[in-house]
């Protein structure tokens, strides 16, 4: 029993499950590319350590880690809304009405709300995937002629991301945080 709203004057239990499947739309998809994209740039970035690419990224992941939220949309609404006009301002349409309306709908909260578990992923992976490399095992499988593909990639890479699963559990109480600013 969650209550009553006093400004609605319904239950809350009512509001939660009539607005749930709209966030659980906006994060889901969110945490999904921001896992996926977070992993790749920081394999990128510590495959490529010292490049101009891993200078780039690692910027670019700094920043994005330090922009507000709502300052991101306002900035993506005022451009792909009211310049642009590519995107609607505002609304939402289920994915069961019809997948092109909710990709258009649900494209800038997406993206707006990847951005700081993206960069804190990328960030991380980066300095797990140089610590692995630097490991004992790793030279090893390097002196036994091992290809460069499945050390990086069977070995390095699956022992860096033991920390960043914890990492990304910490990072779903953010994005739900932040559908509430971006929805």
């Known amino acids: ?21 709209v966030t659980l739309w ?84 997406i993206f707006i709300m990847t951005f700081g578990p993206l960069s804190s992923i990328a960030r991380q992976v980066r300095t797990n995937m140089l610590e692995v490399i630097n490991q004992d095992y790793i030279r090893t499988s390097k002196a036994f002629g091992l290809s460069t593909w499945k050390i990086r990639y069977k070995y390095a890479l699956k022992n860096s991301l033991i920390p960043v699963i914890t990492l990304i559990a910490l990072q779903v109480r953010s994005i739900v945080g932040g559908s509430l600013l971006a929805e």
């Open 1 to 21: 029993n969650f209550g009553h709203s006093l400004i609605l004057n319904v239950e809350i239990a009512d509001l939660i499950k009539t607005r749930m499947p």
């Open 26 to 109: 906006l994060t889901v998809p969110a945490m999904l590319l921001s896992i996926i994209f977070g992993v790749v740039i920081g394999i990128v970035c510590a495959t490529h350590r010292g490049s101009f690419l891993d200078q780039f990224l690692t910027v670019l992941m700094t920043a994005m880690n330090g922009i507000p939220i709502f300052w991101i949309g306002i900035m993506l609404i005022y451009l792909f809304g009211v310049q642009l006009k590519l995107l609607p301002l505002m609304g939402f349409s289920s994915p069961a009405d019809g997948v092109k309306d909710y990709l258009l709908h649900a494209a800038m909260p």
